[in-house]
C-alpha cells in the first residue's frame, strides 16, 4: 500500500521558514516525480513545485520561485520543500502527491498518489 505522509508544518510569522517533508513508502518510487501541492480556504489546489524522483530536475510556480526548494533523498525515500521569505498568501494545506506518467507536470489531475496534507499558516 502506498503512503505518503507529509509533516513540517505550523505556524510562522511573515518572513520566517519552515521545511516540509513527504516520506513515501509502500513500492518503489524511482520512476515517479513528487509533487507538492497547496489549497488556501475557499480556493483551488494549485501546484507549488516538482522533482524527478531520480534525475533531480525541478519545476516551480512563479509565486514561490526563489523562495522555495524542492529536494528529495533517495536513501530516505523522502521530498522535502524548504520554504524561505513566507508570506501570509503561503497559508494553506500543503499536499505532496507522486506522478509516474507525467514528466514535471503542474496539473494536480496527473497524480496518482496523495498525502493527507500537512497545515502551513504564515501570520503577518
Known amino acids: 500500500q502506498v503512503q505518503l505522509v507529509e509533516s513540517g508544518g505550523g505556524l510562522v510569522q511573515a518572513g520566517g521558514s519552515l521545511r516540509l517533508s513527504c516520506a513515501a513508502s509502500?513500492?518503489?518510487?524511482?520512476?515517479?516525480?513528487m509533487g507538492w501541492f497547496r489549497q488556501a480556504p475557499g480556493k483551488e489546489r494549485e501546484f507549488v513545485a516538482v522533482?524527478?524522483?531520480?534525475?533531480?530536475?525541478?519545476r516551480y510556480a512563479d509565486s514561490v520561485k526563489g523562495r522555495f526548494t524542492i529536494s528529495r533523498d533517495i536513501a530516505k525515500n523522502t521530498v522535502y520543500l524548504q520554504m524561505n521569505s513566507l508570506k501570509p498568501e503561503d497559508t494553506a494545506v500543503y499536499y505532496c502527491?507522486?506522478?509516474?506518467?507525467?514528466?514535471?507536470?503542474?496539473?494536480?489531475?496527473?497524480?496518482?498518489?496523495w498525502g493527507q496534507g500537512t497545515q502551513v499558516i504564515v501570520s503577518s
Open positions: 502527491a507522486a506522478n509516474r506518467g507525467s514528466y514535471l507536470s503542474r496539473r494536480d489531475g496527473e497524480y496518482d498518489y
Open positions: 509502500g513500492r518503489t518510487f524511482s520512476n515517479y516525480d
Open positions: 522533482i524527478t524522483w531520480s534525475g533531480g530536475n525541478t
